[in-house]
């Protein structure tokens, strides 16, 4: 409905009449002033929800032994996925932790050749070299964390050296087996990865030298 | 308010922008294509390389399906099959795919009385934006023809979906986790355990038109579920149309739509096309007279470009689009040569630098357990990509992690060096658990490494003799002595040439590559030409080498030898080897790596593959062009059928060298003679199959002159000219080359 009554008819406006300038301008301002208010509320609204998802991916705390406790039981039942998990929600109340890092380092490892079955078929847990190599890279991370806050002289040679014997190269991990035989490790298994290494090393027929070792 | 919502609004368009804003730096943009004609093609069929098996993938697609020679589509999570009314699963013809190499493939099937024809293909855009890669299989049933039949059943089209069963179905490494499912039919949506994973649009859907058949939870992997069914055509002689998208692996929410989903299969099929067109138009043109041949070379190009991947910003060349969809330094170091070759230098440096994410802190570049070839591999492939591309700035980025890779190799042989034995001054033991089946001293790994230090000291001394390579240079030398006299030595001791490892028992592998690609050893050298006349009598069956189970042969491992024996000029032996590949493939040109006949279902390993597709490539190349020295080698594997009159010209276009882009055309004009344009950027050894005798060169346009050295070969200078070859009457009527 018009607001014009009938005998008053309205003169239409001039499609290049001049502007009042100040009203106008007055109006214009208020709307910037809206668009910004939205523009604000907007961003203010996105941050909130990332904060928001970062507390909720942000782990439960958890007390240090718990998180140790139920983290080494998962490593002994081979669920590195849960022990992992447990480590690093211990990690989230104390981050300095030596025992929790460095077994969360030994689970990040043991993740990258754990192979679980799926519908009857074993699949490697990390689905891509890429991923597993990142995550040994980590764990390599982790123990150079540990070893910066560790007295001088001490280190973790010997659990760095697993990690080098695993993927495959092994005179990486004899030099860590020997710094840790130098600093006084003195356990069986670094002695047998020793002679192993060496032995392998040496001889012309890898498999037998592989045999021997078994037998010790 | 106005103002504000157009603030809005742009605030909105610039977010957008900034996530979709097409392909980044460095990403080559598709040139716009314009024609859009279609032509279908049939390959020929090889008993010899399996069951007839289709890829479909597209650039920058995180996910590739595999239509399957039982006909059913499976993309490594979840398979899509189709069943006539009857629930017999449809069976197909022989396949066509759009000519030029692409992925497109469609068939048709006949059931009841009624044809039903499929085409499948994954619809791109062009570039290779972030995309999760959905395919679209369309069926059409096509109308009855002749009089109507009242006592035919209705014309009806069934679908169901599994998640595994039997051969051919690899386990995508993503694939979801559950070991029971359930399947829900909702609306034109598939879904299992509540993820959706196919979509279906077309006419003649009813909704709720499913069966109630496997609705319940627990259908283990093997067993169909989630049957859907085509409304009753209300006319047989209605076209019924339903066009399927195969959702990725893992599948989607059940609100995700396919992109392109409103635009009709024409439509996206015409764009696909055009996309692909533009790609591989990009680069070097490779052209050979020989139709089979350059389909091979054609679907290896259209692998090599196609199957990387952009997830997360950063694109990727996985092994291959199936079983090996993962990262390996051993096939990543071929497919930088070979994206090189192609002229698609953009593609390669990425891929180095793909290479290079493998680093570890000590210097070793490893992407898989044990695999200690692959630090000289990443070296190799930057020297390839450095010298074939001219990438000055790649160079300067990852010379000091190259420094720092070969820091670590002779830290290897320092310390082996110094605990003695047999395997004194190379790289330690190492259990790759691939092909050489052994925990051995691999000396394929010293080749590859040796290489991989000698493509370094090129790259940080191209002059040669710079104080500051010194040491580097001094390793490398030594490094070679000892290489080769633990070569000899060990190939006294086993009784047999370029031994694969120290160890008896390894598995012939690296040690292929000794010759070439690695250069340890000349290919004229007598332990390179005894290692192929050794493999070719030990190993090879039906024209392939064979070095694992009995039977199984390996489609790629040859080529190396063959790369040998044309730097031999052993023509023959090289065609043949060309031969064997081709006759290896699939109809539309994919290479595999393995294939047996007494077990028809790859052994798992699905065509296509990316190392064949790169080593074919370098091949056909290399038989075309190569590099010696200084110099190049011009046709020094063509067979003479390639050179008949009848034949379409070979031509070589913007092709990299070490020594700047070749170009040519090689045409028979007359039964006498053949025409060459050729633009040289250095002077080349032109060499003809031996069944064709010169009468002599004569330069057309008064440009250089040729010189003959001898009755099958002449050389041409440096520079741009059209020579005319004449040939010796009586040796022209000659038989083949082979």
């Known amino acids: ?216 | 308010m106005k103002q504000s919502a157009l603030v809005l609004l742009m605030l909105v368009a610039a977010l957008g922008l900034c996530r979709c804003a097409g392909p980044p730096a460095g990403v080559a943009r598709a040139p716009a294509a314009t024609a859009t004609a279609i032509a279908w093609v049939g390959g020929p069929v090889h008993p010899e390389a399996g069951p007839v098996l289709s890829a479909l993938y597209a650039p920058g697609a995180q996910n590739s399906v595999a239509w399957l020679p039982d006909g059913t589509f499976w993309n490594g999570d979840f398979e899509i099959a189709l069943f006539d009314g009857s629930d017999s699963l449809l069976r197909f013809g022989p396949r066509e795919y759009v000519s030029g190499g692409f992925p497109i493939a469609r068939a048709s099937a006949a059931s009841r009385g009624d044809r039903f024809e499929v085409s499948a293909f994954m619809p791109w855009r062009g570039a290779d934006v972030d995309s999760l890669g959905w395919a679209l299989i369309t069926v059409t049933l096509q109308p009855r023809t002749g009089p109507p039949d009242r006592t035919a059943a209705t014309p009806s089209l069934r679908l169901a979906a599994r998640s595994g069963g039997a051969r051919w179905h690899f386990l995508d490494g993503r694939c979801s986790a559950d070991d029971t499912f359930r399947y829900v039919v909702k609306g034109r949506s598939l879904s299992r355990n509540g993820r959706q994973i196919a979509y279906i649009s077309g006419a003649n859907i009813a909704p709720g038109a499913h069966r109630l058949k496997n609705t319940q939870p627990g259908i283990p992997s093997t067993s169909y579920g989630g049957w859907m069914a085509s409304a009753p055509a209300r006319n047989p002689e209605s076209v019924l149309e339903w066009r399927i998208w195969i959702a990725p692996v893992g599948g989607v929410t059940g609100r995700d739509r396919p992109p392109g989903e409103s635009s009709s299969t024409l439509d996206l099929l015409a764009r696909t096309v055009r996309a692909w067109r533009s790609e591989m138009a990009f680069g070097a043109t490779y052209e050979v007279p020989d139709a089979n041949a350059q389909r091979v070379l054609l679907a290896a190009r259209s692998l090599l470009v196609g199957t990387r991947a952009r997830g997360g910003g950063r694109l990727r060349f996985p092994g291959s689009p199936f079983q090996y969809r993962d990262y390996f330094l051993r096939d990543g170091a071929r497919v930088v040569r070979a994206l090189d070759l192609l002229g698609r230098p953009e593609l390669a440096r990425t891929a180095v630098e793909n290479l290079f994410e493998f680093q570890w802190p000590s210097g070793v570049i490893l992407s898989q357990r044990g695999q200690l070839d692959g630090t000289g591999q990443a070296l190799w492939a930057l020297e390839q990509h450095a010298a074939l591309a001219g990438d000055a700035s790649l160079v300067r980025a990852l010379l000091p992690a190259a420094l720092a890779a070969t820091g670590w190799i002779r830290l290897q042989l320092r310390t082996t060096s110094a605990h003695g034995g047999p395997a004194a001054g190379l790289l330690p033991y190492s259990d790759p658990r691939d092909n050489e089946n052994l925990r051995a001293h691999l000396l394929g790994s010293d080749a590859w490494a040796l290489a991989g230090m000698e493509g370094v000291l090129r790259m940080a001394d191209p002059g040669g003799g710079s104080p500051a390579t010194d040491s580097l240079r001094a390793a490398a030398v030594e490094y070679r002595a000892r290489l080769l006299e633990v070569f000899d030595r060990e190939a006294n001791r086993q009784g047999r040439p370029l031994p694969p490892s120290i160890e008896p028992g390894a598995r012939d592998w690296g040690n292929w590559s000794a010759s070439y690609p690695c250069e340890i050893v000349e290919a004229t050298d007598t332990r390179a030409i005894a290692l192929d006349r050794f493999a070719r009598r030990r190993f090879y069956r039906d024209g392939l080498p064979s070095i694992g189970a009995e039977g199984v042969l390996n489609c790629y491992l040859g080529f190396d030898l063959a790369q040998a024996a044309l730097r031999r000029n052993e023509r023959a032996a090289v065609l043949a080897d060309l031969n064997s590949a081709v006759r290896h493939t699939q109809p539309d040109g994919s290479g595999l790596e393995i294939v047996t006949r007494e077990q028809p279902d790859y052994l798992g390993d699905l065509p296509p593959h990316t190392t064949f597709a790169a080593m074919f490539t370098d091949l056909v190349r290399s038989a075309l062009v190569y590099e010696r020295g200084d110099s190049l080698v011009l046709l020094g594997g063509v067979p003479v059928s390639w050179l008949e009159r009848t034949r379409t010209p070979i031509r070589v276009a913007g092709a990299p060298t070490r020594l700047g882009p070749v170009e040519f055309t090689l045409e028979r004009v007359d039964e006498g003679a053949l025409e060459l344009h050729a633009t040289l950027p250095a002077p080349a050894l032109v060499l003809l199959p031996n069944s064709l005798v010169l009468a002599g060169v004569t330069s057309r346009d008064g440009g250089p002159a040729a010189s003959l050295t001898s009755p099958h070969g002449f050389t041409l200078p440096r520079g741009k000219g059209v020579w005319t070859i004449r040939l010796l009457p009586a040796v022209r009527t000659g038989g083949r080359s082979r």
Request: proline share 7%.
């Open chain 1, 1 to 216: 409905m018009s607001r014009q009554g009938p005998t008053t008819r309205a003169k239409s406006p001039r499609a290049n009449a001049p502007r009042k300038p100040g009203p106008r301008r007055h109006k214009a301002g208020r709307s910037w002033l809206l668009a910004l208010a939205l523009v604000l509320l907007v961003v203010a609204g996105a941050v909130g929800l990332r904060i928001r998802a970062e507390q909720g991916r942000r782990p439960e705390p958890v007390a240090r032994d718990v998180a140790l406790k139920r983290g080494l039981l998962a490593v002994a039942r081979g669920d590195d996925l849960e022990a992992e998990a447990w480590f690093r929600r211990g990690l989230a109340s104390f981050p300095r932790d030596p025992l929790l890092q460095i077994n969360l380092s030994t689970a990040l490892n043991n993740k990258c050749f754990r192979v679980h079955p799926r519908r009857g078929v074993p699949m490697p847990v990390l689905a891509t070299s890429l991923e597993r190599f990142r995550v040994a890279q980590e764990s390599l991370r982790l123990y150079r964390t540990i070893e910066a806050g560790l007295p001088r002289g001490i280190g973790l040679p010997h659990d760095r050296a697993q990690l080098f014997d695993t993927w495959g190269m092994p005179l990486d991990a004899m030099e860590d087996y020997l710094r840790a035989q130098a600093i006084g490790d003195t356990t069986r298994a670094c002695r047998d990865a020793i002679a192993r290494i060496s032995m392998l090393q040496s001889v012309t027929d890898g498999s037998a030298a592989l045999r021997s070792v078994g037998r010790e």
